[in-house]
């Protein structure tokens, strides 16, 4: 079965740092694009964050940027998101999804991802 893992969401105080990782299983991601994604309650599924199939080029909604990065490690076929300085506002289901296509450039929106993880809870208690 072809999956993209989410790991690494939980529950943590205003101000502190979690690091979600997404692993790919029954296939290899190592050549689509990937994007970290959230949907807050009531809410539409929003990008977090991008990066392009080589992990040369990333971007970042405005309200993360400064505080989460997002990397990759082909090698492992795993996408991360380090998120530091967490907010309130920055509680979500968080979602990896990869591109439709291999050697995908920057993905903008939830239109351009053929693969969902199943999502990791982060909450933030301020």
């Known amino acids: 079965q072809v999956q993209l893992v989410e790991s690494g969401g939980g529950l943590v105080q205003a101000g502190g740092s979690l690091r979600l990782s997404c692993a790919a299983s029954?296939?290899?991601?190592?050549?689509?694009?990937k994007g970290w994604f959230r949907q807050a309650p009531g809410k539409e599924r929003e990008l977090v964050a991008g990066?392009?199939?080589?992990?040369?080029?990333?971007i970042y909604a405005d309200s993360v940027k400064g505080r989460f990065t997002i990397s990759r490690d082909n090698a492992k076929d795993t996408v991360y998101l380090q998120m530091n300085s967490l907010k309130a506002e920055d509680t979500a289901v968080y979602y990896c999804g990869a591109s439709q296509g291999t050697y995908g450039g920057l993905i903008h929106d939830p239109q351009g991802i053929g693969y969902w993880g199943r999502g990791t809870q982060v909450t933030i208690s301020s």
């Open positions: 029954g296939r290899t991601f190592s050549l689509y694009a």
């Open positions: 990066i392009e199939w080589s992990g040369g080029i990333t």
